[in-house]
């Protein structure tokens, strides 16, 4: 089974025919009681008393507060129900994010492995002493832990900017 978003009419692909079709609104869990003008009841008995079997009193039920928006965005109903498109919209998100790490982790791997190769084409440099400790020790002992730490934070905001601008295009 593939995941073709198409479907073929005549030999000729065609895209999802509920793409760019209204959904029904989302009916509220709670129903809003508003009370009503009750209507005018039969006839009275002597001494102003309503009568045995009197109607109750009228009340409207309300399903959606009309001052909330009564239009649902697209996208989130697709996200929520998982149909095609919200899937693509999902993988499109997923593949930003491993992009943003792939290239991240290229730059790491390309920065970590070029220092011993930088000691051993430039042997005076691997010889430098600092505070009695070699320089290719504090080097690749010491500085890869704040530069990894810088890596990751650097990571964590990018894919949170990459979460808000999803969220942002779905919301809009």
């Known amino acids: 089974m593939t995941d073709d978003y198409y479907r ?14 209204r959904r029904k609104p989302a009916q509220p869990e709670g129903a809003a009681v508003e009370p009503v003008p009750g209507a005018p009841s039969g006839p009275k008995h002597e001494q102003g ?11 409207r039920v309300i399903l959606a507060d009309p001052r909330q928006a009564t239009s649902t965005l697209r996208a989130r109903v697709e996200l929520e129900e998982q149909t095609s498109w919200g899937k693509l919209l999902v993988k499109d998100l997923v593949k ?3 992009r ?11 920065t970590l492995c070029s220092l011993p190769v930088l000691f051993y084409l430039i042997p005076s440099f691997g010889r430098v002493v600092v505070v009695g400790i070699p320089l290719p020790w504090l080097i690749l002992g010491v500085a890869p832990f704040p530069f990894l730490f810088g890596i990751g934070l650097w990571y964590n ?11 942002d295009m779905i919301e809009n």
């Open 100 to 110: 943003t790490a792939s290239w991240l982790a290229l730059l790491v791997m390309v």
């Open 8 to 21: 073929r009419v005549n030999g000729v692909r065609e895209p999802d025919p509920t793409l760019g079709k």
């Open 157 to 167: 905001r990018l894919a949170e900017r990459h979460e808000r601008d999803f969220v």
């Open 96 to 98: 930003i994010q491993l």
């Open 49 to 59: 008393k309503p009568e045995h079997h009197a109607k109750p009193k009228r009340q």
